[in-house]
């Protein structure tokens, strides 16, 4: 790997690690997965329809050169007040349910709460 890659890499996780750190201390402490068009806890035991999903914060990282270096880490609150992160790629490389799930979480949130 070139050396100016390598350090791009490293930021780029480095500043993703950085708020995923962040956001634990805030309380986000569940990692979210989507499952079959459900957000799930990282146990199964629990999931959530995107009516029932809540995208409080939302994180866009991209390196400078790797187009597979960009994702999102989106910080969530359930109807249960659980609180916690997903990370997906966004792009080309972006995981299809993941992405369908949070758009539909978007559309969810703006019939609640148009913009004006």
Not at 70 to 77: K, P
Not at 86 to 107: N, Q
Request: hydrophobic content about 30%; charged content about 35%; overall charge negative.
């Amino acid at each position: 790997m070139d050396p100016k890659e390598d350090n791009e890499l490293k930021n780029y996780m480095t500043a993703l690690s950085k708020k995923t750190n962040d956001l634990s201390k805030e309380g986000y402490s569940e990692q979210f997965q989507v499952k079959e068009g459900k957000l799930c806890t990282s146990d199964d035991k629990v999931s959530f329809a995107s009516n029932e999903v809540t995208i409080i914060k939302h994180y866009r990282f991209e390196g400078e050169s790797d187009p597979a270096d960009m994702s999102i880490l989106y910080a969530i609150e359930t109807k249960d007040g659980r609180k916690g992160m997903l990370v997906d790629a966004f792009g080309t490389y972006a995981d299809k349910g993941t992405s369908d799930f949070m758009k539909a979480v978007e559309e969810e949130e703006n019939q609640n709460h148009p913009k004006q």
